[in-house]
């Protein structure tokens, strides 16, 4: 079944406490992003990456990182989290840039205090 | 910056009025493509529009991309309650995805 699958789906930390969302795809897409979601704002993209070892910021990276080194996984880092990273986030797998569907996770819901 | 609007935020309708939303961008897009999450969901794709002017149906769902490429809609015909959630419409002016706020669809039985 294609899938894109995020880990953990629910998340608690404190400020300044390292942590990593995982992503992983089975369609061998291309084309991967991660987003945060927040009410009246809709999605925004943080990062994405267009192949292996290719990723470019999207509309609101700061406090991000994000690495791309096989093609099936996303991983999202938050090196030191602060509460206004509290958000709904999603990865999206998509085979070519724009020109497909997006296919995406289940979402993490991430509070950080 | 890159903005996609999209209005109304939020809708009412009873159950078999119809619905329609609205997606404007700032700048002209390569494709515009239309998402549906239900609440507690993930988004989900309905449709892609790549042509200037075209025009897609499915079932009760019409899907318009503008002349300029700038602009959308998606009507729905006879809501049903099956038609509850928020709908995003999402541009691509280049390699970035750009999502409106989205509207929030309440069917009222």
């Known amino acids: 079944e294609a899938q894109v699958t995020q880990n953990p789906r629910y998340l608690i930390t404190v400020t300044g406490k390292k942590l990593t969302v995982t992503c992983s795809q089975n369609m061998n897409h291309e084309y991967m992003s991660w987003y945060r979601q927040d009410p009246g704002l809709g999605l925004r993209q943080i990062y994405y990456?267009?192949?292996?070892?290719?990723?470019d910021k999207g509309d609101v990276p700061e406090g991000y990182k994000v690495s791309r080194k096989e093609k099936r996984n996303f991983p999202l880092i938050l090196e030191s989290p602060s509460p206004n990273q509290t958000s709904l986030y999603f990865c999206?797998?998509?085979?070519?840039?724009?020109?497909?569907?997006?296919?995406f996770g289940a979402g993490t819901r991430l509070s950080v205090l | 910056g890159q903005q996609v609007m999209q209005i109304p935020q939020y809708q009412h309708v009873q159950e078999g009025e119809d619905f329609t939303t609205y997606c404007n961008s700032s700048?002209?897009?390569?494709?515009i493509q239309w998402y549906k999450q239900r609440p507690g969901g993930h988004p989900v794709f309905l449709i892609q529009l790549v042509k200037s002017g075209e025009v897609k149906k499915q079932k009760r769902l019409t899907f318009q991309f503008g002349e300029a490429k700038k602009n959308s809609s998606l009507h729905i015909t006879a809501t049903q309650t099956t038609d509850v959630g928020t709908y995003f419409c999402a541009g691509l002016p280049g390699n970035q995805f750009y999502f409106g706020t989205g509207t929030s669809l309440t069917v009222i039985p």
């Open positions: 999206a797998s998509t085979m070519t840039g724009g020109l497909g569907i997006q296919y």
């Open positions: 700048t002209t897009l390569s494709n």
């Open positions: 990456s267009m192949n292996v070892e290719v990723t």
